[in-house]
Structure formats: structure tokens, C-alpha cells
């Protein structure tokens, strides 16, 4: 591979990385081994850790969706390897 190739492999891992730390952070993170502690705020009436497990990380998922496809967006015009 060139250097513009290791160029944009690095760019594409940096991005997936960070992605996969907040997926990991929100799941096991907020839903899990945070809860306890995050049970002591209410949103919606409900503990924060419940809302977290149930209902919030699918909201964070999600933006972590349409973020991911926007920056490699991004990425590929920067690298010249974008689609019309």
C-alpha cells in the first residue's frame, strides 16, 4: 500500500476506534457497571442507569450511526476515494 493508502487506513481506525469506545462506554459503561451511581439522578422519573440500559444507549447508538457515515464521509473526499 502507498502512504496515502496508510494514510486513510489510519484515518478509518482512528474513527471506528473512537466509535467503539463510546458503543463500549454507553453499553457496559452507562448500562452496567456505572448504574449504581447513575441511578442516583432521575430522568423522566426513572433512575438514569435504568434509562441508560433500556433506552438511552439505543439513542447513543444511533448517533454514533449517522456521526460515523459523516465523518467517513469526510475521510473519503479527503482521500479521494468518495462515490458520486
Known amino acids: 500500500m502507498d502512504s496515502n493508502g ?3 487506513w489510519k484515518a478509518t481506525l ?5 466509535v467503539l ?9 452507562a448500562g452496567i457497571m456505572f448504574k449504581p ?5 432521575s430522568l ?3 433512575p438514569l442507569g435504568f434509562w441508560f440500559a433500556h ?4 439513542y447513543i447508538f444511533i448517533v ?10 469526510e475521510i473519503d473526499r479527503k ?3 468518495h462515490e458520486d
Open 6 to 8: 496508510d494514510a486513510y
Open 14 to 18: 482512528g474513527l471506528l476506534t473512537k
Open 21 to 29: 469506545v463510546v458503543w463500549f462506554v454507553v453499553s457496559f459503561g
Open 37 to 41: 451511581a447513575l441511578d442516583a439522578i
Open 44 to 46: 423522566g422519573g426513572y
Open 55 to 58: 433506552q438511552g444507549s439505543i
Open 64 to 73: 454514533c450511526i449517522f456521526y460515523y457515515a459523516k465523518k467517513m464521509g
Open 79 to 81: 482521500f479521494d476515494v
